[in-house]
């Protein structure tokens, strides 16, 4: 069982930027995929962005070029650099993990943090 706890969110104005950060209780151990989702009030869960263990960050079309997802090499934190950010990006988002390949439906997921909340202001 892999919990999450995601820190880092807040309040930003457009344009501004923020990191996200998820601590995993364990070592997130190869063949292990983990990522990001957001979920606007009123709106479905929204894949962000996910990696691979050594594979390639993959991204949402509508972040690519201003966000960043990274690990750190214990591979028990998970990091979302958000550069540029978008009123329309005001969202719950939650660090994920799930064994295997990753996915872009959230229901493929099993781990999910309790998510933190980035308000971008116009």
């Known amino acids: 069982q892999v919990q999450l706890v995601e820190s880092g969110g807040g309040s930003v104005q457009a344009g501004g930027s923020l990191r996200l950060s998820c601590v995993a209780s364990?070592?997130?151990?190869?063949?292990?995929?983990m990522g990001w989702f957001r979920q606007a009030p009123g709106k479905e869960r929204e894949r962000v962005a996910t990696?691979?263990?050594?594979?390639?960050?993959n991204y949402a079309d509508s972040v690519k070029g201003r966000f960043t997802i990274s690990q750190d090499n214990a591979k028990t934190t998970l990091y979302l650099q958000m550069n540029n950010l978008k009123p329309e990006e005001t969202a719950m988002y939650y660090c994920?993990?799930?064994?295997?390949?990753?996915?872009?439906?959230?229901?493929?997921?099993?781990?999910w943090g309790q998510g933190t909340q980035v308000t971008v202001s116009s």
């Open positions: 994920v993990g799930r064994s295997g390949l990753c996915a872009n439906n959230p229901d493929n997921y099993n781990y």
């Open positions: 364990t070592y997130t151990r190869n063949s292990f995929c």
């Open positions: 990696i691979y263990t050594g594979g390639s960050p």
